[in-house]
């Protein structure tokens, strides 16, 4: 059930990034700056998360491969 809700989660930020397609705000941000914000994505605090969502969001394209790690493995990978 866990695996389920991990999967529907990628698909809805996959979403997400597909409709945020002309946002640039995180066109700069470094695989450092990624990783962090998926580590946020665990913080217990819900205004933490969902301002790393939201910048996430804003990354792009760039920041998938950090999300589909985070689903697969339970830990952030930072992207070279």
Do not use: C, W
């Not at 990628?10 to 997400?16: E, F, H, T």
């Not at 605090?45 to 689903?71: C, M, T, W």
């Amino acid at each position: 059930m866990r695996k389920r809700y991990a999967v529907l989660g990628l698909v809805a930020v996959s979403a997400a990034l597909f409709v945020a397609r002309d946002v640039s705000a995180g066109d700069g941000a470094t695989p450092a700056q990624i990783a962090d914000l998926v580590d946020e994505l665990r913080d217990p605090d819900s205004h933490v998360r969902e301002l790393a969502r939201k910048e996430l969001i804003a990354v792009g394209e760039k920041a998938v491969p950090s999300l589909v790690a985070l689903v697969k493995n339970g830990a952030p990978r930072e992207s070279g």
